[in-house]
């Protein structure tokens, strides 16, 4: 593993999975439980070219180079301060073969990229539209939770332009939004396909989704059992261990 030098305020946190380590910066954002949900949901086959726009600190390049054969990965992270700590992360690791960090905007993805050159997009976007919710006072929190810089249809609408004809969009949200994920996937041809809802304990309600679409698919969608997440305070279920590697 290479030495890297941090700076003020980040530290090195141990993904617990093939050695990894990913450097944060807590006063900026730190990934969270969607992330390695996302992780989990990925289905990927060897040799696939990986996209991840909004990348932030590249939690879901390092941790999908670890869960899949992709053959290449790349983050996209309109924040400089968030692509320069990937940057690291991925030199800390030694997988400058195999990911890529770019600093640009979601916006302009199908500008950056050639058109249909990626079997796979991922994307964990902010899910609070504006000013829902509470804003952060810190710039790049707000950034990661609040359509500031991009939007839901943004995000749909590049990931459509590069992915290949049969390439898979995977990504997760949050289910007040479902109805309106689900009218932009259709509205750019991206059919949703399998969908898995996430519940903090049995009893309630849903506060993610995952769901995969593919470019030009066909119609049929298959509707996963429910992913929960705590068998009581504190204490995962099996399933939840298993995404994290524990």
Same mark, same amino acid.
């Given at each position: 593993m290479t030495p890297i /030098?941090? $700076? #003020?305020? *980040?530290?090195? #946190?141990d993904l617990e999975r093939n050695n990894l380590k990913i450097i944060q910066n807590p006063g900026r954002f730190c990934f969270g439980m969607d992330a390695v949900l996302l992780s989990g949901f990925v289905k990927a086959r060897e040799g696939d070219h990986i996209l991840d726009l909004g990348t932030g600190t590249g939690i879901l390049p390092i941790l999908l180079s670890a869960k899949t054969k992709a053959a290449h990965l790349t983050g996209l992270e309109i924040q400089e301060e968030s692509a320069d700590m990937a940057r690291r992360s991925v !030199?800390?690791?030694a997988l400058e073969d195999r990911i890529d960090i770019v600093t640009g905007d979601i916006v302009e993805a199908g500008s950056i990229f050639r058109p249909a050159s990626f079997e796979i997009v991922t994307c964990n976007p902010p899910y609070m539209i504006g000013k829902h919710g509470l804003q952060s006072e810190k710039e790049a929190m707000a950034i990661a939770r609040h359509e500031i810089l991009c939007t839901l249809e943004d995000v749909v609408r590049e990931s459509a332009r590069?992915?290949?004809? =049969? =390439? $898979?969009?995977?990504?997760?949200h949050r289910p007040f939004r479902l109805a309106e994920l689900m009218g932009l996937l259709l509205q750019y041809h991206l *059919?949703? $396909?399998r969908m898995q809802l996430v519940y903090?304990? +049995? #009893? $309630? /309600?849903?506060?993610m989704v995952l769901m /995969? !679409? +593919?470019r030009g698919g066909k119609s049929r969608m298959q509707v996963e059992k429910p992913l929960i997440i705590y068998k009581e305070p504190g204490v995962y279920m #099996? /399933?939840?261990y298993d995404i994290y590697g524990y």
């Open positions: /030098e941090l $700076k #003020d305020n *980040e530290r090195i #946190d !030199a800390m690791n590069v992915l290949k004809s =049969g =390439g $898979k969009l995977f990504l997760v *059919e949703p $396909k903090p304990f +049995v #009893d $309630k /309600e849903p506060n /995969e !679409a +593919v #099996d /399933e939840i």
